[in-house]
């Protein structure tokens, strides 16, 4: 793709995971880019709702209804949508949300975390969340401007629509925001995570990036240095034991440090 960056050894990706980090407003190194890390550069930015298939789109209310139906009472504080949303995505259900996160690291950790994909070369998304906002109907910027920031939370989107339904007639033309969940557990602060939303179910990330490229570029890293860059993850403590934990990110962290590099 035009925005690719090729990554050419484990020094030349420091440079480009942080790569116009620098705000001179601030006179401070405060990137405007979220990531998101992808094992295979053929993996698309579909959501886990679209992989569904069939009329997913249709499907959505009615998920999210039941999940709020069957969830544990106490899953949710308050009953806005977007808090809802935000924990189905948590805990698996399909939504049209989708994970970043803020660490260009933690990217990192999702673009080699899995040895069966070593053969094939992975990639880190990166999209400059703050000026992707300019494409944001007018009553969304107004909130936004008016609270000083550059993501939401699911109380500034209500205080403008409260429903998916509602969030869809607010367009006109497509657009993406981000969306900081709450504190649910420590896997949400550990991986420094938010999530994007298209303002449709429909609507393919990665299309409207390619329409609007310069709100992003993608960092492509080559199969034959994945495990050195993994194993210096390792080194550095960005494993599954500090992202995910528990024991299923200790059994995770621990199958791959003591798996073979030929196998």
């Not at 996160?101 to 933690?106: E, I, K, N």
Request: charged share 25%; with cysteine; hydrophobic share 40%.
């Amino acid at each position: 793709m035009k925005n690719d960056k090729f990554v050419e050894s484990f020094n030349h990706l420091q440079e480009l995971l942080f790569f116009d980090s620098y705000d001179a407003k601030l006179d401070r190194y405060r990137s405007s880019h979220v990531y998101r890390g992808l094992d295979c550069i053929e993996y698309d930015l579909k959501t886990s709702l679209m992989r569904l298939g069939g009329p997913y789109q249709n499907l959505e209310r009615h998920m999210l209804r039941n999940f709020k139906k069957y969830a544990h009472r106490n899953a949710v504080q308050g009953d806005s949508v977007w808090n809802w949303l935000a924990v189905a995505q948590h805990h698996g259900l399909p939504t049209r949300l989708m994970d970043w996160t803020y660490s260009p690291y933690v990217a990192l950790h999702f673009a080699t975390s899995d040895i069966r994909d070593f053969n094939n070369d992975g990639v880190i998304w990166c999209i400059n969340y703050v000026k992707s906002n300019q494409y944001l109907p007018d009553p969304l910027q107004t909130i936004i401007q008016d609270e000083g920031s550059n993501v939401f939370t699911a109380a500034m989107l209500d205080g403008v629509c409260d429903s998916l339904k509602k969030l869809e007639i607010l367009q006109k033309e497509l657009f993406v925001l981000f969306l900081e969940p709450p504190s649910l557990d420590d896997r949400i602060v550990n991986q420094h995570a938010l999530f994007s939303m298209m303002s449709t179910a429909t609507a393919h990330m990665d299309d409207w990036l390619n329409q609007n490229p310069d709100l992003y570029f993608r960092i492509v890293i080559p199969a034959k240095l994945k495990w050195e860059i993994r194993d210096k993850l390792d080194q550095a403590n960005i494993t599954e034991r500090v992202l995910f934990p528990g024991l299923d990110g200790l059994s995770d962290w621990l199958k791959r440090q003591y798996s073979s590099k030929q196998s």
